[in-house]
């Protein structure tokens, strides 16, 4: 079964408003990390957050992890028309050998 | 530029036919992988190779065999296509490491008629 499922399947806002996407996950990871998919297009990594940290900025993006309660959640501030996409979470199991369990992402439409 | 490349861009074929995709980057990676992503966005790993040797394998019907020749490219070649072959299949390429990100070609589309 999947390791990550993303919440909400699809979320759509006005241009200018935040979003957050909530992810959540079944075993022990070493890391989780949020990619975007723009239609068509391959994905693009947007960050990465380790066990240990809480919390992770980088740029309009905030990435919160709560490992007690297997959950991560994305925050993009000030959506622009540009951040139409889907978002998937993906995470490292501790196994060592960089597989990648990706959620099955939320699809953000941006109102301009 | 292109960071890594995969040809075709689109791939339309009969059941039962054999083809393969093209996979390369120039990133100077270590590690390779193949996911398909079926109707549902659904992204699954299938491959991973690392240094030209096989290090992740799904499970994944051996009608599929990668294939790399140098640590720059990995090929998929499908045998037997099967109407249920049809996704997008992703290729990436990425440094050695949990905590490396993964760089994404833009897919390869196939349509199994």
């Known amino acids: 079964s999947q390791q990550g499922e993303e919440d909400p399947q699809a979320l759509s806002i006005q241009e200018g408003e935040n979003a957050t996407m909530n992810c959540s996950y079944k075993t022990s990871i070493n890391n989780l990390q949020w990619y975007r998919q723009n239609s068509g297009r391959g994905l693009v990594h947007l960050i990465l957050?380790?066990?240990?940290?809480r919390e992770k900025h980088s740029g309009r993006l905030r990435v919160t992890l709560d490992t007690s309660k297997k959950s991560s959640s994305l925050l993009i501030t000030a959506s622009r028309a540009a951040d139409t996409a889907s978002y998937f979470c993906?995470?490292?199991?501790?196994?060592?050998?960089?597989?990648?369990?990706f959620g099955t992402g939320t699809r953000l439409t941006i109102i301009p | 530029d292109t960071a890594v490349s995969q040809t075709p861009k689109y791939l339309v074929t009969q059941m039962g036919n054999d083809k393969s995709i093209k996979c390369e980057q120039n990133?100077?990676?270590?590690?390779m992988y193949w996911y398909k992503q079926d109707s549902k966005k659904f992204l699954k790993i299938m491959f991973s190779y690392n240094n030209k040797e096989l290090i992740i394998n799904e499970t994944v019907p051996n009608r599929f065999s990668p294939k790399s020749p140098d640590k720059a490219h990995l090929n998929l070649h499908i045998n037997s296509l099967e109407l249920g072959d049809s996704a997008v299949y992703f290729c990436a390429s990425s440094w050695t490491g949990s905590r490396q990100p993964q760089h994404f070609g833009d897919g390869t589309r196939l349509s199994i008629l």
């Open positions: 993906a995470t490292d199991l501790n196994f060592g050998n960089e597989k990648l369990t």
């Open positions: 990133l100077g990676h270590d590690t």
């Open positions: 957050i380790r066990s240990n940290e």
